[in-house]
């Protein structure tokens, strides 16, 4: 009589070789959207290179950190314990923006990690509740809010290739003889006994003049040359080379961008080999309670998509997830929130990329992304990488943004698909009203000047707005009807975070 002792698929243990390809792998197809957010949110800040370059590293030890959690389990509380890939959430960038240019600078810093240490906590508490709270969030509801999160980061991605609104690479620049004159005015109006009166307080001159730096023809070149190489790479590549396309155009375009002599690597030279990622290294938090409101209203809708994405890999790999599990790796997404408050970073969530590498590879090990959780552990350590990252050309990084930020719009478009409009055509209204709710901060976000200024952080993200109008207007035309199969199903459709 023999007695089997078979391992599940996902507790396979593979050989150490054969792990650190397949997790470099995962942290390969992950790399360009987990290095993007630190950079749209350190550069709005106004931070220094040096502060990005520790954001960039501290994401991604703790996208490392999290991943282990996630993927190994710790205590029977947190871990799911599935081949999952941590990552921040786009999601989550709209609302850090909003804080970034209302106040910008280590302040502004302090408020966004106050508000994500804050959500991180109401999220692992929370948890075991919005486990149940799919029939909430049906694909016609995550499938409009996941549109949306894609269309506002799409203005980061052109504005990276054409500069941006205001500041340096505006549009227009003031007339430097207009200029001159009123330094001239004011420096006589000055002058004991002048006839000349003061300039008024605040009086500043319009720009009038194209700026020379905005729409630079050859930033917008590389940014098109990226774009094009990515879509030649998607296109031509086979396999594992089509999934990281992202990234290689990156690759491309900072080469041709070294070439040309816009990215030098002086701020490598100088970085150093090996920094420990330590607590608080930009800013201390600062708690603000509408900021910590917003950012958990974020991570609800967050945790909601995470709950697809979890099911959904519970039936790839043959592993039933049941309510216990399902809390577990939402209480991971808090707890993982909480610790990139702590280490001066952002709000994490499963990346549904890597959850379609492991359909695409038909590898269900959880190993595989404990092996992926270290590599970004080290890299997390290196300084040198980070401040490489940092060294990119804006406009390197929105050609590839153009197709990150314009995937997630994709994404939440195929979730859409799979939405009934043609039984119940009260769909096509909650779907409509909500992106043009969620528009409004983008076309006009000067709306709110006259509403009272503690409603402005709630409501100049476009994302909530959808989050709130995708959410009510369900519930008025189709009841709370949702349930796990359509999460399930949504997910299935979802390859992009």
């Known amino acids: ?52 370059a520790m954001l ?12 282990l959690i996630q993927s190994l389990g710790a205590t029977q509380w947190f871990g799911i314990q599935l081949p999952v890939m941590m990552g921040v959430t786009f999601a989550s960038v709209a609302p850090m923006l909003a804080i970034a240019g209302a106040t910008p600078g280590v302040e502004g810093a302090g408020l966004i990690f106050g508000a994500i240490i804050g959500a991180g906590v109401i999220s692992i508490l929370i948890a075991p509740l919005v486990s149940r709270m799919l029939r909430f969030f049906p694909p016609v509801v995550t499938g409009t809010i996941i549109a949306v999160i894609g269309i506002s980061l799409m203005r980061v991605g052109i504005n990276w290739i054409f500069g941006n609104p205001f500041g340096p690479t505006a549009p227009s620049i003031v007339n430097p003889d207009h200029a001159k004159w009123l330094a001239d005015v004011a420096t006589a109006a000055s002058a004991a006994g002048s006839a000349v009166p003061a300039i008024p307080k605040g009086l500043a001159l319009a720009a009038s003049v194209p700026n020379p730096k905005y729409a630079d023809l050859s930033g917008v070149g590389i940014a098109a040359l990226v774009l094009v190489s990515i879509l030649l790479i998607a296109k031509y590549g086979k396999g594992f080379i089509a999934n990281i396309s992202v990234l290689l155009g990156i690759v491309v375009g900072g080469a041709v961008s070294v070439a040309m002599g816009f990215m030098n690597f002086d701020k490598v030279a100088k970085a150093s080999w090996f920094e420990l990622v330590l607590p608080f290294g930009i800013a201390a938090p600062v708690f603000d309670p509408v900021l910590i409101l917003t950012m958990t209203l974020v991570m609800i809708v967050v945790m909601i998509e995470s709950t697809g994405m979890f099911l959904a890999l519970g039936e790839m790999t043959d592993r039933k997830v049941d309510q216990a599990a399902l809390t577990r790796g939402l209480r991971t997404d808090g707890l993982g929130t909480l610790i990139g408050g702590i280490f001066n970073t952002f709000p994490y969530t499963s990346f549904s990329q890597n959850v379609g590498l492991v359909a695409v590879t038909g590898v269900k090990s959880r190993f595989v992304c404990v092996a992926g959780g270290v590599i970004l552990i080290v890299l997390g350590l290196l300084p040198k990488m980070a401040a490489l990252v940092e060294s990119l050309p804006t406009v390197v990084l929105g050609g590839a943004g153009l197709v990150m930020f314009g995937m997630v719009t994709a994404t939440g478009i195929r979730i859409l698909a799979g939405v009934d409009f043609k039984n119940n055509r009260n769909n096509a209204f909650v779907v409509a009203v909500s992106i043009g709710v969620g528009m409004i901060p983008l076309v006009a976000p000067n709306f709110k000047q006259w509403m009272p200024h503690g409603l402005h952080p709630l409501i100049e993200s476009g994302i909530l707005l959808t989050s709130l109008a995708a959410l009510l207007l369900n519930l008025y035309f189709n009841g709370a009807q949702g349930g796990a199969e359509e999460a399930v199903a949504a997910a299935k459709q979802a390859d992009s975070h």
Do not use: N, W
């Open 56 to 67: 960039i590293s501290a994401d991604l030890f703790c996208c490392g950190l999290v991943t």
């Open 1 to 52: 009589m023999t007695t089997s002792t078979s391992v599940h698929p996902v507790d396979e243990r593979l050989p150490t070789g054969k792990l650190g390809v397949l997790g470099l792998q995962h942290v390969l197809v992950m790399y360009a959207g987990a290095v993007a957010v630190p950079l749209i949110v350190g550069r709005a800040l106004k931070l220094s290179p040096e502060q990005v």
